[in-house]
């Protein structure tokens, strides 16, 4: 494999054009001065808002304003650190960011505590007496739900100020990964000298089709992870603290309430999707996991045989415009409005696709209010890749018709429902490719790839929210987090799940090192969570047709205008219960037996 690229080596038409957020630095520069002007016509109303319903507003609109342009002046520089996280350039420009945005926090802190401090029904008579108000009914009632949990006024303000400080976990460890971290090279079967990288490992090694390739990749990897293994954990359990301490001093009843809280989800249907999915999927995922091994011809599978490919001789290429048609072809069923939006993000350079040195691993979507959805992957000419193409371009597609038909405000959903639009649209891709042939081969292959999506959110994403919820326990008992105990509670978890399939090795160990989602507050079971919907909502879909796509979209355009499962009621799903999980992970053994008689009729 080729020397990684530069960023200044990537051809232009494979990054993204962050000139529709700003046209140059000098632009975002000009614009970062502003902020100071925009944040003063918040601070105007400092000890007003007791006024009456009409200082409110006009509080709660300059507030808006400036949340507006921050996040857009926020997000270029995130954008260009994910880009390239070596150049000194982006990252003081991400310093600058993160400091001034913490200190205008602490300014505009007052607004919530000057809320609290009106008397009971203040904000209802507000709420009738003043129309404009309407739209920031929803922003109000959280707010007020913040009451039993709130701080002095000034006790508000120093933690705003500490904003930098408090995100610090997640900015050192996304630094350290993008910048800092080095991989050994690795000798290949031909003796080929081959640097590695977590990109390079994590896009193409843990795929190879060659035992050899993978186990020296996986060694090399695991070799680099462990130089850092105690940084990580101090930043791990600096996170875990931190959280700890806010929720005591908050009162909540423990950091889990207290993450939960935002999500607008109770304690037990977030102890049901972890309890119920690593229950049930467990020996569906063993079962696929024996028949990796056998097809595989290995005798035991190793955490980095997890993904080889099964079928390496059948390994159908995609290259971008490949895919850029067929998630099109594919998420029509969404109608005119939605593949707008593809066309867009596919001809006018939302997609960072390169392969560089210092680019942010994995994928994601970030979206600036008022302009559009950026989407960084890094494309492997696979179908994989399609598929997490698809799974970027659903919050896109969510965040975007959210946008066009909600104002700032309430644009978002909980964090519980983020990924159901993501996840839809591989179930979606996922069945098109299916529908569309009658081929044996390319069938197995479909499902090899739906079962990807599953594993990725089923059980990584799953099994990282199991992680979460041991070391929150531990912390609130006092126990301290140190790497020996992050690695042997991801180990026992990984054994728990895996019983005797694979093999548990000190480099499967290591996996809480691997994903920025623990800086995130409770969010990797929420993958899960959305996959179960999203498959509840598919299977709607297939049975009512458009009125159920109508749903769906009535969903997406909502925004956050409603709670997370008020917002899946309307798209059809209860995910008050067990059902939806349960249902999903009975989809995910019928996959699993057609494969194994896919593989049993070929052999």
Request: one cysteine or more.
């Amino acid at each position: 494999m080729a020397k990684r690229l530069t960023r200044q080596q990537v051809p232009a038409e494979e990054t993204w054009n962050l000139d529709d957020l700003f046209a140059s630095t000098e632009a975002w520069e000009a614009e970062l001065a502003s902020l100071e002007a925009a944040a003063a016509g918040v601070t105007a109303f400092k000890g007003k808002l007791g006024d009456g319903p009409a200082a409110l507003l006009a509080c709660l609109e300059a507030a808006e304003a400036l949340e507006i342009k921050a996040t857009r002046i926020a997000t270029f520089a995130r954008l260009k650190i994910a880009g390239d996280g070596t150049c000194p350039a982006n990252q003081a420009a991400a310093g600058r960011v993160g400091a001034l945005l913490a200190r205008l926090g602490a300014e505009s802190s007052f607004v919530k505590s000057e809320i609290l401090e009106l008397p009971e029904g203040a904000i209802n008579r507000y709420l009738e007496e003043e129309p404009g108000l309407a739209p920031f009914r929803r922003k109000l009632e959280e707010i007020l739900e913040l009451r039993p949990h709130r701080l002095t006024p000034d006790a508000e303000t120093a933690v705003a100020a500490l904003g930098e400080v408090l995100n610090a976990p997640y900015t050192i460890y996304s630094r350290a990964k993008s910048s800092d971290m080095e991989f050994e090279p690795f000798v290949d079967p031909e003796g080929r000298q081959v640097p590695n990288s977590f990109a390079l490992y994590e896009s193409w090694y843990e795929q190879s089709p060659q035992a050899a390739v993978r186990r020296a990749a996986y060694a090399s990897f695991v070799r680099g992870l462990e130089r850092y293994q105690n940084t990580f954990a101090a930043t791990f359990a600096a996170e875990i603290a931190k959280n700890v301490t806010l929720a005591r001093l908050r009162r909540y009843p423990s950091a889990t309430h207290m993450l939960l809280h935002p999500q607008q989800v109770p304690p037990e249907t977030y102890e049901r999707v972890l309890d119920i999915i690593q229950e049930e999927l467990a020996p569906v995922m063993r079962r696929y996991a024996n028949l990796r091994r056998r097809e595989l011809g290995l005798d035991k599978l190793y955490y980095c045989d997890i993904k080889a490919p099964l079928d390496p001789d059948y390994k159908p290429g995609c290259t971008f415009e490949e895919a850029a048609a067929l998630i099109g072809e594919a998420l029509a069923v969404l109608g005119p409005e939605y593949g707008q939006i593809l066309k867009a993000a596919f001809e006018c350079r939302w997609i960072d696709r390169a392969d560089n040195v210092g680019k942010s691993t994995g994928a994601f979507c970030s979206t600036a209010y008022g302009v559009h959805s950026y989407i960084l992957v890094t494309w492997t000419e696979t179908m994989r890749s399609a598929f997490t193409l698809a799974h970027e371009l659903g919050h896109a597609g969510h965040f975007m018709i959210a946008g066009r038909y909600q104002r700032h405000a309430n644009v978002r959903p909980s964090m519980f429902f983020t990924e159901a639009p993501s996840t839809m649209n591989e179930i979606i891709l996922g069945n098109h490719i299916l529908a569309g042939s009658d081929d044996p081969r390319i069938r197995r292959w479909v499902i090899m790839q739906l079962l990807g999506t599953f594993h990725h959110n089923f059980v990584t994403h799953l099994l990282e929210g199991e992680l979460q919820r041991r070391i929150y326990a531990m912390a609130e008992a006092g126990l301290p987090i140190t790497a020996k105990v992050l690695s042997e509670t991801k180990g026992d978890l990984l054994a728990a799940f895996w019983g005797d399939a694979v093999e548990i090795d000190d480099g499967a160990r290591l996996t809480w090192m691997r994903q920025p989602h623990y800086y995130m507050g409770l969010y990797p079971y929420t993958y899960a969570a959305g996959l179960a919907a999203a498959v509840a909502v598919y299977q709607r879909i297939q049975r009512e047709g458009q009125p159920a796509v109508e749903n769906w979209l009535r969903a997406l355009k909502a925004g956050g205008t409603l709670k997370p499962m008020e917002l899946m009621r309307v798209a059809g799903v209860d995910m008050t219960g067990p059902d939806p999980i349960r249902e999903a992970v009975l989809l995910v053994g019928t996959l699993v037996d057609e494969l194994e008689s896919s593989f049993g009729a070929a052999t």
